[in-house]
């Protein structure tokens, strides 16, 4: 699954990467560990943050088998 980025707003994709990792049992710093980022990587994204490192949110969104990519809106599945 792709996240649009004008769809899913920072506080969206803060909120999403929250509930997967309490969800998954997960206190932010063993979430790092396992995603391969630094934890304030996953403190930034959960903060809602706007400064934030593709190739980084990406890494954390593929634990949870998504990716966030610019689309254009005509290709979005609705």
Not at 31 to 41: E, K, P, S, W
Not at 54 to 73: D, I, Q, Y
């Amino acid at each position: 699954m792709v996240l649009y980025a004008k769809t899913y707003k920072m506080k969206s994709l803060s909120a999403f990467v929250k509930q997967k990792r309490k969800q998954a049992n997960l206190t932010q710093e063993e979430f790092a560990l396992r995603a391969g980022v630094a934890l304030t990587v996953i403190r930034k994204i959960e903060q809602g943050k706007e400064n934030l490192n593709l190739e980084k949110v990406n890494h954390v969104l593929k634990m949870f088998g998504h990716t966030l990519a610019p689309v254009k809106p005509n290709e979005l599945e609705v």
